[in-house]
């Protein structure tokens, strides 16, 4: 089993005050953070992007086992 991440936009202050929060695996918050950064935060697609969602990602609390 993979260990679930999280993408939390309040760890990334924006101007939109935004506090949308992304779980899953690594790959599924990384595929659907790209696509909010780019429709709700204006950024473009690409490889840097990735990389700068990749860097804000934390290790999710695990609930179950
Ligand atoms: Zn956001």
Do not use: F, N, W, Y
Not at 2 to 8: E, G, P
Not at 23 to 43: C, P, Q, R, Y
Not at 58 to 64: G, P, Q, S
Request: aromatic content about 0%; overall charge negative.
């Amino acid at each position: 089993m993979s260990q679930r991440k999280v993408l939390d936009c309040r760890s990334h202050p924006s101007d939109r005050g935004c506090t949308l929060s992304i779980e899953g695996k690594e790959e599924e918050v990384l595929d659907a953070g790209t696509l909010h950064a780019i429709t709700a935060h204006g950024h473009t697609d690409g490889p840097e992007l990735r990389e700068q969602l990749r860097a804000l990602l934390k290790d999710a609390e695990l609930t179950d086992s």
